[in-house]
């Protein structure tokens, strides 16, 4: 029983430090990006939490956050309806993936 916990334990403070390690900070992720596909579609993310999304000619505002496995949630109201999670992507190496799979390329000029 000892050696079970220790290999757990062992296991849980690898995989602590591993999303430690990947996880990024609110001020690395925020700024602006544009979409891969049309350079006309801009999603700025600012430091405060509040985010705006330009695609298609429309235009949403809302609130995003950082997980600690690099994954962004969108919200917004839609309708007079409460904030509610609404898109998720992830962050990696200064791009966002969306949850369609387009590419956010960080474009901060």
Known sequence: ?????KIFFFGAMVLLQVQFINAQSVSD???RYVSKLSSSDVLLL???????LR???FTIKGKWD?????EIRFKWS???????TRAKAKYKN???IDQDGV???????
């Open 66 to 70: 950082l997980e600690d496995d690099n």
């Open 1 to 5: 029983m000892k050696r079970k916990l």
């Open 103 to 109: 590419v956010w390329i960080k474009n901060d000029d």
């Open 29 to 31: 992720v925020a700024g």
């Open 94 to 96: 200064g791009r966002i």
């Open 55 to 57: 695609e298609s000619g």
């Open 46 to 52: 600012i430091e405060d939490g509040k985010f705006v």
């Open 78 to 84: 839609e309708f007079g309806e409460p904030l509610k």
